[in-house]
Each structure stands twice: as C-alpha cells, then as structure tokens.
C-alpha cells in the first residue's frame, strides 16, 4: 500500500502560480499528477518516474513542471501561467510498475486531492 496526501492547493488569478506537493507513504517508480472537473473524465496533466523523465500532457506543456525528491517521498507540481481552464481537483497518483502512461486505469493508488480555483 501506498499512501498518498496532496497539499498546496488554492485559489489564484489568471497568469498567477501554485505549487502543489504530495507526500507518499512508500516508493513507486511512476508518480502522476490528474485532474478532474466535476462531471468530466480524470485527465493526465503530468507523470515522473523514479530517475526524473517527466511527460506532459498537451495543455500543460511550457507551464507545468513535474519533479520528485525520492528521499522525502515527495512529489511536487509547481503551476504558473495559470488560466482558468486550469480549475479542477489534482489528483496525486502512483504506480508500482515500470511502464508510464498518464493513463489514470493504470495508478494504484491515489490521494483524496487538492482543489485549485484559477479566476479571471
């Protein structure tokens, strides 16, 4: 099992930052962070695996960045350039296999999330 707490969510204006962290309970080799709207699918925003290679997810690129510090366990995604179709629940997710796809069918295990309100 691996437990999973996202913290650093919020609310800002349009073009301004956030950087959300999620501390995990053990180890996984690809760590992803989702998001969802209320009504809508889970939808990839990043995913990181243990020795640092980041994927991102179209919308995101440029903006977002994925970075993980395996000795504290803990995953971060630092947001600038906010816009407010950037609003939805960040969703933290790990997976212990060694193949990463930000597809959410794949993650083992999730924390409950973190809201992040972007207004204009």
């Known amino acids: 099992q691996v437990q999973l707490v996202e913290s650093g969510g919020g609310s800002v204006q349009v073009g301004g930052s956030l950087r959300l962290s999620c501390v995990a309970s053990?180890?996984?080799?690809?760590m992803a962070w989702f998001r969802q709207a209320p009504g809508k699918e889970r939808e990839g925003v990043a995913y990181?695996?243990?020795?640092?290679?980041?994927t991102y997810a179209d919308p995101v690129k440029g903006r977002f960045t994925i970075s993980r510090d395996n000795t504290k366990k803990t995953l971060y995604l630092q947001m600038s350039s906010l816009k407010p179709e950037d609003t939805d629940m960040y969703y933290c997710?790990?997976?212990?296999?060694?193949?990463?796809?930000?597809?959410?069918?794949?993650?083992?295990?999730w924390g409950e999330g973190t809201q992040v309100t972007v207004s204009s």
């Open positions: 053990g180890f996984a080799y690809c």
């Open positions: 990181i695996t243990s020795i640092g290679t980041a």
């Open positions: 997710a790990a997976f212990r296999g060694s193949f990463c796809r930000l597809v959410a069918a794949d993650y083992d295990y």
